[in-house]
Each structure stands twice: as structure tokens, then as C-alpha cells.
């Protein structure tokens, strides 16, 4: 049970040195998980350590398929209150 | 009394030939950076992590990421064909200390193999504490902190998160951890003599209140120098402030808040951002010269290329020991016009508006590339710098350039040496040019002032006050206000018994 990177993955390299297993690869066109490796960090961290540093939103899924990060987790501000937040910083 | 200040902490070596540091330095030595560290630990609202890191680059660079390896072998191929190398920085694309192993990794074999250059690294200062001792362990002599905020809750609005602990940690909680470690890396840095300099990004309602509170505590703690960068927050770099269409500053806004943030410590102007993998003097790239596959093809001899190092630093240096020699040792008391007779005092400085007595602010001129020292001669400053001294403050005000059409390139910043010390035209121009700028000034100094010069400022009642090349200037303005509090009280004194003889 893997966990996955997705085509959202900008090569950051944010992951890769923090991987307990090594499974993270540095591959093109972008980072992927060696499933054979990951351990989902399952005794060595409470977190995935992969989806803990990533700073982009959908780029790794759990192993059900679901993103770690999902839309607004990582800005803090979910997509509803965008156009809000938008005025508010424009009006600085 | 004689005016020699020695610079106890020795800041002034450090950064002698350091291009980003001192400002005379990068008309004559070179930097490099290389890209070896491309992980970050934490989220700034205006980064895009396609790119460069923006707290020291220019947003929207992409910098070739090098192993290692890689960057030794650069490194050692650009300081044998460019021999003003004089630092190697690492700035990213990420945070250096985010990639100890691929940092430390460089800076020990660089430590080892080309030991006259100077190493300097730029973070977001996360990681900070626990790797100063081994920063310290190699050839640094400069770090650069990015720190936008002290406070917590302006720092939620900047950094969204931090990787901390084998976790993520979000919004308030996140941004304290951030800055009590910066804070805590810059004290420890300080102590233990490393230069360290601040940068902070400057965003419209959101820190430019703040940054003079921010640069208040940084200097307390330690900070050399404090450099406000203006935010570049573009759509299309796609970063969450370009998005979401946060403003950069204004020109004047960038100036108010860098002059907001000058109280008593140097702000540092000539910044250019440069790109994580830059090559060349300041303002200049050449990184498009040195790529990797025609590195592979080099063969280099580096105990020769250390040793033409060592001779073109030699020749630099004797050229600029040159430019700002002359008087050897000049106390300000010998150089200071002779005292005005008692009753001349007052119509002196009524005329202008200024006030002649004892504790009022004494406003000066300074002749400085940099700042830091006194190093040009009334007719080869490029920029003069007002300073205001009241009895316990020092303020620089202002810096007025010395605009000399005839003789100014298009951008200003490659103006040719002018070595003439009074006659001929070029100097008699910049003479115009620069007297023009200090009418309101109650005093010059500079390293030396020609003879014509000098008379006029006498008639206009402006002190020439000519020391020592390279002499602090906090000390030299300090000297000379006592000096001109002193006489003017002893004037003042003189006036009423000479009026009642
Ligand atoms: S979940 Fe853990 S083990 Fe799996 S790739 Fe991510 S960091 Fe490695
Ligand atoms: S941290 Fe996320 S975006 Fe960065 S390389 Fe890994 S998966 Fe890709
Ligand atoms: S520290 Fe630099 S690389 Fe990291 S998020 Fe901030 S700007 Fe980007």
C-alpha cells in the first residue's frame, strides 16, 4: 500500500531526503514513489514524511487514492472563501 | 585629537572585497553562486517553488541544480578564469540548511581546495541553530537571515506553514517557531563572530509597519546589516500573493520604510537579487559561460589559479590603498576652519535656518561607497550621504546622488574613477555638482577636499572635514559633532562676557 505522486508534482525536491525508505525518486517528467518501497512511514513517523513537506495541493495521494493535502489545506484557505480572501488582500 | 578608529570586531575586513557587502567591493571583486540546495522547509506566500527561492533570488529563475560535486568543479573552473572571485554563496534554489548534506557537502571540499574564497549562505533560518557550529567550521564569514516579521500573527499572514519535527505545523504556531529560530540562529551567529545580514521582503499591508520594530531587534541582537527588498509579486509567476493580487511597494514606499529602518544601522541599497546560480561581478551574469559540459572539457592547474588570485587581490588592493591615500593621519581639530570670531556666530547659521546652539542637530555630509567608512575625496563621491546628529542619535537621512551629467554613464553604476583631487574641469563640475547638494549640511567630510573646494565651503559656512581614509564613520561623526558642540558652547559662552567687556 503506496503512497502516490501525481502529475501536479513541480520537482521541488522537498521529498526526496526525507523518505525513511528511499522511495521517492527524483524521476521525469516528475517525483515518483516506488511502491515496492514505501512503508507509508508506518512505524517510523506519525505522518507521511513525502505528503508532510510537499507544498503543493493534490500532488500526493494516500494509498485509497484520496490527496494528503487537498485543495485549501495548504494555503489555509479553502476554495469557497477564495474570491473573499482575493478582495481583501487586493484592497492592501 | 587624533581620529584613527580601529574597528575592534574586524566587520570592516570581512567585508572589504565582499561584491554584496560592501559597495566599493563590487566594482572590483566577483561573486558566484551555485545551486546545490533545492529543498525547502517551509512555505512563503510569495514563492512558487518552480523557481529560485525569493527570499534571495529573483523570482522566476530557474538556476541549473548542480550535484555537489558539480558545483566544487564550477567553482574551482570560474576562480581560475575569473580571478576576482572572491566569495561563493549558496542561496538555494531552496534553502541551504533545508540540504545540509548537499551544503556541507561543498563547503568542506571548497574549505579544502580553495581556501581564499570566502563562503556565504542565505535561509529562511529554520534549520539555523542546530547547524551553526558547523557553519562555523568552514570559510563563512556572512550569513543572510531572511526575516519579514517578529511577530507571529504578521507572520501567519506570509508563511501559510513549516515543516518542523517530522510534521506540518500551520498558521500562528508555525510562524513562531520560524521566528524564535531565526532569531535564536542570528544570536548565536553574532556570537560567535559571524557577519550576519537580514534580508526582509517588503509587503504592503501587511509588514511595512512593522519592519522598523523588525530591524530595531535585529540590529539588538546582533545584525550587521538590514537589506528591505521589495516584494515582486507578478501573476504569472503564479505565487499565492501574485494570485491574489497583492501589490508590490512603490519606489517611495520602499524608501520611506528602507529609511524608516536606518535608525543607526546601515541599509544596504546596491542588492540586485540575483539568480541562485549567478556568475560575475554584481549586475553582471555570466553564467551562460560556464556550463557544465564545457567545465567537463577544462584542465585546470588550481595551485596556479590560486596563486594569480592571490596576485590580482594584491593589485586590487594596492590600486585602492592608492585611490584613497593621501593625508596619512589628519586629526579633525587641524582641519576644522579656524573657530569664528564670537559675534560672527550667530548671522553664521540664522541665514540658513539652523540653529547654532548647543545640543541642536549638527547635519552632515559624508563621503562613503559604502557607509560603513570614510573613503572618497569631496570630488570622487558618487552618492553623498546626510547624516543628522543630535546628542545621542545619529541618523542617516538621506543619500543625494552627485549628479555630473557630462561624466554619467546611462546606469549610473559604473561611473568611471575620477583620481583628480581639485584641478581640471571633470573635477571642477563635481565640485558644482556636489556643493550644490550640501548647502543645508553644517559640515563635509570626506578623505581630502582641493584647495577650491575647500574655500567654498568656508564662505558658505559648511565645516571641510577631511580624515583618514577608511575611518568609521559613526566615529568621525560623532568626533565632529562633539568638536562642534564644544566650540559652539564655548562661543556661546564668549558672547556674553565679550559683549559686557
Ligand atoms: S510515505 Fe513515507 S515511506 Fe512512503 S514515500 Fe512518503 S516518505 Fe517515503
Ligand atoms: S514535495 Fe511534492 S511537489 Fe515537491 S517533489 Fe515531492 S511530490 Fe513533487
Ligand atoms: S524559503 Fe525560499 S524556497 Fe522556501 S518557500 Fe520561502 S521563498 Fe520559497
Avoid at chain 2, 170 to 176: E, I, S, Y
Avoid at chain 2, 217 to 235: Q, R, S, W, Y
Avoid at chain 2, 331 to 354: D, F, R
Avoid at chain 2, 462 to 473: D, F, H, Y
Amino acid at each position: 500500500m503506496s503512497y502516490r505522486i501525481t502529475t501536479d508534482c513541480v520537482n521541488c525536491w522537498a521529498c526526496e531526503p526525507l523518505c525513511p525508505q528511499q522511495a521517492v525518486l527524483a524521476a521525469k517528467p516528475h517525483f515518483t514513489i516506488d511502491p515496492a518501497r514505501c512503508t507509508g512511514c508506518e512505524g517510523e513517523f506519525a505522518e507521511p514524511q513525502c505528503a508532510s513537506i510537499c507544498p503543493i495541493e493534490g500532488a500526493i495521494l494516500d494509498p485509497t487514492g484520496v490527496p494528503v493535502n487537498p485543495p485549501g489545506s495548504l494555503t489555509g484557505i479553502p476554495p469557497s472563501a477564495w474570491q473573499q480572501t482575493r478582495a481583501s488582500i487586493q484592497a492592501r | 585629537m587624533e581620529l584613527k578608529v580601529v574597528d575592534s570586531s574586524g566587520v570592516r575586513e570581512k567585508i572589504r572585497n565582499h561584491p554584496c557587502f560592501s559597495k566599493d567591493a563590487h566594482h572590483h571583486y566577483a561573486r558566484m553562486h551555485v545551486a546545490v540546495a533545492p529543498a525547502c522547509n517551509i512555505q512563503c506566500h510569495y514563492c512558487n517553488r518552480k523557481y529560485d527561492c525569493a527570499n534571495e533570488s529573483r523570482p522566476g529563475v530557474v538556476s541549473e541544480l548542480l550535484t555537489p560535486e558539480q558545483a566544487v568543479k564550477k567553482t574551482l573552473a570560474v576562480a581560475a578564469e575569473i580571478p576576482q572571485l572572491s566569495v561563493l554563496g549558496i542561496a538555494g534554489p531552496g534553502d541551504p540548511l533545508a540540504n545540509p548534506e548537499r551544503t556541507f557537502a561543498t563547503f568542506a571540499a571548497l574549505t579544502e581546495k580553495a581556501p581564499d574564497i570566502r563562503l556565504c549562505v542565505s535561509t529562511n533560518g529554520l534549520m539555523l541553530p542546530p547547524h551553526v557550529d558547523e557553519l562555523c567550521q568552514h570559510n563563512i564569514d556572512h550569513v543572510t537571515i531572511t526575516i519579514n516579521c517578529v511577530d507571529p500573527t504578521i507572520g501567519a499572514q506570509i508563511y501559510p506553514w513549516i515543516f518542523w519535527e517530522h510534521r506540518r505545523i500551520r498558521g500562528v504556531k508555525a510562524a513562531a517557531i520560524l521566528i524564535e529560530q531565526q532569531l535564536k540562529g542570528l544570536e548565536m551567529l553574532a556570537e560567535r563572530g559571524v557577519l550576519v545580514k537580514i534580508n526582509s521582503v517588503l509587503i504592503p499591508g501587511v509588514n511595512d509597519q512593522h519592519l522598523a520594530e523588525v530591524s530595531r531587534i535585529v540590529k539588538d541582537k546582533g545584525a550587521f546589516l538590514h537589506n528591505i527588498m521589495p516584494l515582486i509579486a507578478e501573476p504569472e509567476h503564479g505565487t499565492f500573493f501574485g494570485l491574489m493580487g497583492q501589490r508590490s511597494p512603490s519606489a517611495e514606499e520602499l524608501k520611506a520604510v528602507q529609511q524608516a529602518c536606518a535608525n543607526d544601522m546601515e541599509i544596504m541599497s546596491h542588492c540586485r537579487q540575483c539568480r541562485a546560480d549567478a556568475i560575475g561581478m554584481l549586475g553582471q551574469d555570466r553564467h551562460d559561460e560556464f556550463t557544465l559540459e564545457r567545465i567537463e572539457t577544462l584542465d585546470i592547474d588550481h595551485a596556479a589559479a590560486m596563486e594569480r588570485r592571490a596576485r590580482v587581490r594584491a593589485e586590487i588592493e594596492a590600486a585602492r590603498a592608492a585611490k584613497s591615500q593621501q593625508p596619512a593621519l589628519v586629526s579633525l581639530a587641524s582641519l576644522t576652519s579656524p573657530k569664528p570670531a564670537a559675534e560672527a556666530l550667530p548671522s553664521v547659521h540664522a541665514g540658513q535656518g539652523k540653529s547654532a546652539f548647543a545640543g541642536a542637530s549638527f547635519r552632515v555630509a559624508v563621503a562613503s561607497s559604502d557607509g560603513q567608512q570614510i573613503d572618497q575625496a569631496f570630488t570622487e563621491v558618487e552618492a553623498l550621504r546626510i547624516y543628522q546628529v543630535d546628542n545621542d542619535t545619529l541618523r542617516l537621512i538621506e543619500t543625494r546622488p552627485v549628479a555630473v551629467p557630462a561624466l554619467l554613464p546611462e546606469s549610473g553604476q559604473d561611473l568611471p574613477p575620477v583620481m583628480d583631487s581639485g584641478e581640471g574641469s571633470a573635477a571642477a563640475t563635481r565640485v558644482v555638482a556636489a556643493m550644490a547638494l550640501v548647502k543645508d549640511c553644517d559640515a563635509v567630510l570626506c578623505t581630502r577636499i582641493g584647495f577650491g573646494a575647500w574655500q567654498q565651503l568656508e564662505q558658505a559656512s559648511i565645516r571641510p572635514l577631511s580624515v583618514e581614509a577608511g575611518t568609521a564613520t559613526k566615529a568621525a561623526l560623532r568626533q565632529a559633532h562633539a568638536d562642534w558642540r564644544a566650540e559652539t558652547e564655548a562661543n556661546i559662552d564668549a558672547t556674553p562676557r565679550a559683549l559686557s567687556a
